[in-house]
């Protein structure tokens, strides 16, 4: 059964640092991962999803890296702002089945 | 594009009583929509794949007389919650498919359940 944990569970750092998000998963028979937001009381937004067969995606600010053979994905976010405060959850979507497992998520604070 | 709406955002009510989330997906077709459970400070918790046309598949745990899902049309499911108590109160939240090849996911806004 696939496993999905995230590090750190919450991170608070000052506005312009860049920060590093991890995701380890267990199984790395994977179809793809992709990274999502959530603002408090709010859905998830989706930032950036990486098949099996790449190795990162860029979108402005954010860099995520895969190496699905050791089972970490990493998400780099760079100068932070205060407007990236939010939880950022990794999911998994593994070979078998249609669903996403996903990780507990890092609450992040960007302070100004 | 791929814009999933979820409806109501918030609702607040009396134990005893059933209620209905719906989910629509308003710019392109879902053969897949999928329903998810959080409570709070904790992650998604897959509760069911709904399939256009076809029984709803329920992961283990899930209560699929309590929970039922009708996913009548390419672009609509619901979820209703039977006879819902206060344990049932969380924040709901689906998503649709999109791409058979990419499979990625676009959420909804969730729906806030408040059992009285």
């Known amino acids: 059964k696939q496993e999905v944990t995230q590090i750190p569970a919450a991170l608070s750092v000052p506005e312009g640092e860049n920060l590093v998000l991890n995701c380890s998963f267990t199984?790395?028979?994977?179809?793809?991962l992709q990274w999502f937001r959530q603002d408090p009381g709010k859905g998830l937004t989706s930032l950036l999803l990486?098949?099996?067969?790449?190795r990162e995606q860029t979108s402005g600010r954010l860099n995520a890296s895969l190496d699905k053979s050791s089972g970490r994905s990493t998400l780099y976010i760079a100068a932070s702002q205060p407007g990236d405060s939010a939880t950022y959850l990794c999911?998994?979507?593994?070979?078998?089945?249609?669903?996403?497992?996903f990780g507990p998520g890092t609450r992040l604070s960007v302070l100004p | 594009g791929a814009v999933v709406s979820q409806h109501p955002s918030w609702v607040i009510c009396k134990s005893g009583t059933s209620v209905k989330i719906e989910c629509r997906s308003l710019?392109?077709?879902?053969?897949?929509m999928f329903w998810y459970r959080q409570f709070p400070k904790q992650s998604l918790m897959l509760m069911a794949t709904?399939?256009?046309?076809?029984?709803?598949?329920?992961e283990q745990g899930v209560e699929k007389d309590k929970f039922l899902i009708n996913h009548a049309s390419l672009t609509l499911s619901t979820l209703t919650v039977t006879s819902a108590h206060p344990e049932d109160s969380s924040f709901y939240i689906c998503?649709?498919?999109?791409?058979?090849?990419?499979?990625?996911?676009?959420f909804g806004d969730g729906t806030r359940l408040s059992i009285l």
């Open positions: 199984d790395s028979a994977i179809y793809n």
């Open positions: 998503s649709a498919r999109v791409g058979q090849g990419i499979r990625s996911q676009h």
């Open positions: 709904s399939n256009e046309g076809s029984k709803a598949t329920y």
């Open positions: 990486i098949q099996s067969s790449q």
């Open positions: 999911a998994v979507n593994d070979n078998y089945g249609q669903n996403f497992v």
């Open positions: 710019d392109f077709q879902a053969t897949t």
